[in-house]
């Protein structure tokens, strides 16, 4: 078949050449990258939050889009693993830490590393070892060591809120060591007040006043071995510390320092109890924050020092962290999805988190605080404190898949009289070296 071929005319030409000219100069940036995402910002918030950062980076970024999917914490676990399996998932999650759930993922090469975009945008730097180890796995499905995998835009920390004008009303100063702090119990205790709230009939609050009793007692730079149990690489529960931590709550409970019928106290209503001043004291954490603002009378502090020890850790870890999936299939799209990651644990959205009234995982001293918010600036200054030293400890239910379970049932029953501090420790040790036994199976 014969094809007929026309000269065009001059000024045709030129169009042309303009043309082709101009395709050829419009920068590559532009070119169209589309990225999925998901996250479990569900919370008003952290939805206005995310959906600003969107905003922003897009139009820094055009050509790249991201379109956001919201979902439950559920979800970042075997149906986001179903969803990369099957090739359609999105190229941005938020992956749970943990040997299930993000160690399954890189067991199964779903996740790209991402060190070189670490040191390309600062990471190592802007955030303590103590945190990015937590998204680390090796080649040898080895926790907390190898390549980087994730990198969490918002912190939480274990600590002592206080009610202060029920200190003020019987003439306490805010405690910083563990001697002021027992003085102060029994104090309040005389004056009919009391001392520490606690719920213990669901949930994690006993056992995260335990660990914080436990991790208080260990320096910041000796935590190599917490840091080894956490991690499995091995160690032991049977240990001096942890038993002395179960003896104090054992004693505190005799003294009746804990709120009247804590036993069948939920964690959340137990919060509400002290939000509305019925405890001086509170051992949690700072997901209580944002309701806890409304009542300008509760403070946050560290955990009152033992004797002997500086710098302790601080329960604690961040939230979810942001990873790059293996769908990103491109160069530009990994390229840009790093980008957002970086946009997300920047300077500029941390200061959005804190005028959302949530605690950004950097540790910027020089960020913004709202002045409307006293507590939120109690708990940035100890951020900032505890990750200037390392100090951001550790959830101990990691240690293994079913670790929360016997740390729940271990207090309940140690606060029943009904096992003591070294059965205590003795139990959980079970449940640890039968897990790192599994391991080498």
């Known amino acids: 078949m014969r094809i007929s071929r026309t000269a065009p005319s001059r000024p045709a030409m030129s169009l042309l050449a303009v043309g082709l000219i101009t395709a050829f100069l419009q920068p590559t940036a532009q070119a169209a990258t589309a990225l999925a995402e998901w996250d479990i910002y569900n919370y008003p918030a952290q939805t206005e939050a995310i959906d600003q950062a969107i905003n922003e980076f897009t139009a820094q970024n055009p050509g790249v889009t991201i379109d956001r999917s919201v979902h439950s914490f559920d979800d970042t676990r075997i149906p986001l693993k179903l969803s990369l399996n099957s090739g359609d998932g999105p190229q941005i999650a938020q992956v749970n830490q943990g040997g299930g759930d993000m160690g399954a993922l890189v067991k199964e090469n ?4 991402l060190d070189g975009y670490a040191k390309q945008y600062g990471w190592t730097t802007r955030f303590p070892d103590s945190i990015l180890k937590r998204n680390r796995w090796s080649a040898k499905q080895e926790f907390g060591s190898g390549d980087l995998y994730g990198v969490a835009s918002l912190g939480e920390m274990v600590g002592l809120y ?3 004008a029920l200190l003020d009303k019987v003439g306490i100063a805010v405690p910083k060591t563990l001697a002021e702090f027992e003085t102060a119990m029994a104090k309040l205790k ?22 914080t009793l436990w991790q208080d007692q260990i320096s910041s730079s000796d ?9 499995d690489i091995g160690g032991t529960f049977k240990d001096t510390k942890l038993q002395k931590a179960a003896s104090l709550m054992q004693e505190w409970n005799k003294k009746e320092y804990f709120f009247p019928g804590f036993q069948g106290i939920g964690k959340d209503d137990a919060a509400t109890l002290f939000q509305n001043g019925q405890a001086a004291f509170f051992v949690s954490g700072t997901w209580y924050m944002g309701q806890f603002k409304e009542n300008k009378d509760i403070h946050f502090v560290a955990f009152p020092q033992f004797a002997g020890v500086s710098k302790p850790l601080m329960v604690g870890g961040t939230d979810l962290p942001f990873s790059v999936t293996l769908t990103a299939k491109t160069k530009a799209q990994q390229d840009a999805a790093a980008k957002y990651i970086d946009y997300l644990v920047s300077d500029k959205m941390a200061e959005k988190w804190l005028k959302a009234g949530f605690l950004p995982a950097s540790a910027n001293k020089e960020a913004r605080l709202p002045a409307d918010n006293p507590l939120l600036a109690d708990v940035y200054n100890v951020w900032t404190t505890v990750n200037a030293h390392d100090g951001l400890g550790h959830y101990v239910d990691w240690a293994t898949p079913t670790m929360g379970n016997a740390l729940n049932e271990s207090v309940q029953l140690l606060l029943a009289d009904k096992l003591t501090p070294q059965q205590l420790t003795d139990k959980l040790d079970v449940n640890y070296q039968q897990y790192l036994s599994s391991l080498k199976k």
């Open 190 to 211: 005389t004056q009919g007040t009391a001392p520490l709230m606690l719920g213990i009939l669901d949930g994690a609050a006993g056992q995260q006043m335990l660990t």
């Open 223 to 231: 935590r190599k071995g917490m840091d080894d149990l956490i991690y």
């Open 110 to 113: 779903l996740l790209i590393p």
């Open 162 to 164: 206080y009610n202060k």
